[in-house]
């Protein structure tokens, strides 16, 4: 909840909508450059309804795309600066086996991206991970640095530190409406406000915002199944808590990949997730009845017998998350192309929270009228086209 001693003031520097990960820290990082910003949040906190909930998430320097692992040293950097700012642990160090054919070239993009020439065969990594069972000719290639990010915990920690540097937190108030112009106004259902400057960091509802602003984006809202799997001999030391993270790339029977991490939220349970889910209207995503068909199970069942034999092949534990995919699945982070003082944060299609206080930096850049400290030109509107039409 907001504090409730938070003044009720209707004029700011910069309005923030949406108090994911992604905005939070575009707040964070603009409180720290003294700029008074109101941080609007639709749900009371902390809630599961969006992109940024849960306790776990991975964090790894291994991108098959150069503009990606050129920005993870600096998000290392400012994810320790926030541990720091707050004398909370955010990140636990487990290693990250990414798995896959020889040669496959996001597998190879990753391990350059890392500059290691080691690549473990099916013996050497039953060896390093005897959890791990890879098929025959298949390889692994390790991320050292690679572990776990709190995610609850993040989240809490760049909004405390926001606060503290004078930012105003509201939540539990829907956005009805955004007027632009020089000085943009927000229509709330507690209140009006103004700001010359505003960010949509609004995640699964980004697209209805900018629609309002003549904007048709290239978002999909996918429902995804969290699952969670349970060891068949509790403990065991192949598996549960110290085994690694590990993400998949090519392999025939998971083309969107199939990530996992070592047990945090459930002690025993193993997290393992397709890299996909089913596209779904962010108002009604909870709405889906228990007995629709879950494809992903299927194809995680079928992973788990083969790579994972330490677990039973079916979930013990089934949640809910969104993704907000773009087609290309690199992020959209750009003005909007007729108002300049309006910045867009946008589509992480479920690889952004890694990215979270890089993504803040660029975007408190962005509403500033900064030059932005990386090329942009991965995360621009108009790489899409026919995205303007009439407001």
């Not at 920690?157 to 632009?180: M, N, S, W, Y």
């Not at 699952?227 to 549960?240: D, F, I, N, T, V």
């Not at 013990?316 to 300049?340: G, Q, W």
Request: aromatic residues 8%; contains cysteine.
């Amino acid at each position: 909840m907001a504090a409730p001693s938070q003044p009720h003031k209707s004029t700011y520097d910069v309005i923030v909508i949406g108090a994911g990960i992604q905005g939070s820290f575009t707040a964070y990082h603009l409180a720290q450059r003294h700029k008074d910003t109101l941080l609007l949040e639709q749900f009371l906190l902390p809630h599961s309804r969006g992109s940024s909930h849960g306790q776990s998430r991975i964090i790894r320097s291994a991108y098959p795309q150069e503009y990606y692992s050129r920005m993870m040293p600096d998000c290392f950097r400012l994810w320790q600066q926030l541990e720091a700012e707050t004398g909370t642990t955010l990140y636990r160090q487990t290693g990250l086996v990414l798995l896959g054919p020889p040669g496959e070239p996001e597998l190879e993009a990753c391990r350059r991206s890392l500059g290691v020439d080691e690549v473990l065969d099916a013996a050497a990594l039953a060896q390093r991970f005897p959890g791990f069972r890879l098929q025959a000719g298949q390889v692994a290639v390790v991320d050292s640095t690679a572990g776990v990010l709190f995610a609850d915990r993040a989240l809490r920690a760049a909004q405390e530190v926001f606060r503290r540097h004078g930012g105003t937190l509201r939540d539990g108030e829907k956005v009805l409406r955004i007027e632009p112009g020089a000085t943009v106004t927000v229509t709330t259902t507690a209140g009006v406000y103004k700001a010359p400057r505003l960010v949509i960091t609004a995640g699964a509802w980004t697209g209805a915002f900018v629609q309002q602003l003549g904007l048709r984006l290239p978002l999909q809202p996918l429902r995804i199944d969290v699952c969670y799997w349970r060891e068949k001999q509790p403990g065991s030391a192949a598996l549960g808590s110290v085994s690694p993270c590990f993400f998949t790339l090519g392999l025939s029977q998971a083309p969107h990949g199939i990530y996992g991490l070592p047990s945090i939220e459930y002690p025993g349970l193993m997290k393992v997730c397709h890299h996909h889910g089913t596209p779904t209207d962010p108002e009604k995503r909870d709405q889906a009845p228990s007995s629709a068909p879950r494809p992903d199970i299927a194809v995680l069942s079928s992973f788990i017998s083969s790579y994972l034999p330490g677990l039973e092949t079916q979930p013990a534990v089934m949640e809910t998350c969104l993704y907000t995919n773009t087609p290309d699945e690199d992020f959209i982070l750009d003005r909007h192309p007729k108002f300049s003082n309006i910045v867009i944060g946008a589509g992480f299609s479920g690889h952004g929270f890694k990215l979270a206080p890089v993504v803040g930096k660029l975007l408190c850049e962005l509403s500033l009228g900064e030059e932005p400290s990386y090329n942009m030109a991965h995360f621009a509107i108009t790489r899409f086209p026919g995205v303007l039409g009439a407001a």
